[in-house]
């Protein structure tokens, strides 16, 4: 059972910089697993930030960036703003069409 | 523009079965696939399956095999997921989103609005 692993909380103060990880239980996140990262505030449907590790959904201001850090996937964002504060939630394909949601990561901003 | 619009709440009891639908709009339909993804109360999102809006193959989240059923009407460019045997543990806010698979990227974008399943006696 693949287990993807997002830390379940964050606090950033306004303006500063967060950076989010999603791992694997086993094994390295690389891009073959063609990570994506979506954003959820209460009481909403997901919105898509970023694609295919680093690749930004129309829209999404450029604060947000997507990379591999190390074995894992990442979400920074850069000069926090208090509409950030939100769920975070990555998402790794595993082929054949399966796909495994990390837990999501609450984020402050304070 | 591209769109995803899900049908509304739907209340049922223990044992009973839901069908949700999710009507897509602003695309070649038969072009992407379709995935569905719950989200139960305060917890996270969930992956429950996918189907090709092209040819009709799923594949489905091992822990749902047996009890969930995703179909598309390719006439009225329509996803349909029908979940059966309800328990309690599967009252969520129920996702369609639509698959884009292209030049080796895959990701989920839209996602329709959600319909929530109430599962209670």
């Known amino acids: 059972q693949t287990v993807v692993t997002q830390e379940p909380s964050f606090s950033v103060s306004p303006g500063g910089t967060v950076t989010l990880t999603c791992g694997l239980s086993?094994?390295?996140?690389?891009?073959?697993?063609?990570p994506s990262w979506y954003q959820q505030t209460p009481g909403q449907a997901p919105r898509t930030l970023i694609y295919s590790t680093n690749t930004r959904s129309s829209g999404v201001p450029d604060r947000f960036s997507g990379s591999i850090l190390g074995n894992k996937a990442a979400l920074t964002i850069t000069g926090a703003q208090a509409d950030d504060e939100s769920d975070y939630y990555c998402?790794?394909?595993?082929?054949?069409?399966?796909?495994?949601f990390g837990g999501g990561t609450k984020l402050t901003v304070l | 523009q591209v769109q995803l619009v899900q049908s509304g709440a739907e209340v049922k009891k223990p044992g009973a079965s839901v069908k949700v639908s999710c009507k897509a709009s602003?695309?070649?339909?038969?072009?992407?696939?379709i995935s569905w993804v719950r989200q139960a109360p305060g917890q996270g999102l969930e992956w429950m399956g996918w189907?090709?809006?092209?040819?009709?193959?799923?594949n489905y989240a091992q822990k749902l095999q047996g009890r969930v059923t995703m179909t598309t009407d390719t006439s009225t460019s329509t996803a349909y997921m029908e979940l059966r045997s309800l328990r309690s543990d599967d009252t969520a806010v129920y996702y369609c989103?639509?698959?884009?698979?292209?030049?080796?990227?895959?990701?989920?974008?839209?996602w329709g609005q959600g319909t929530l399943v109430t599962v209670s006696s």
């Open positions: 602003g695309y070649t339909f038969t072009s992407y696939g």
């Open positions: 189907i090709s809006a092209y040819n009709g193959n799923t």
């Open positions: 086993s094994g390295s996140v690389s891009t073959s697993y063609y």
């Open positions: 989103a639509r698959e884009v698979a292209v030049a080796g990227s895959r990701w989920f974008d839209p």
């Open positions: 998402v790794l394909y595993m082929g054949s069409g399966a796909w495994v």
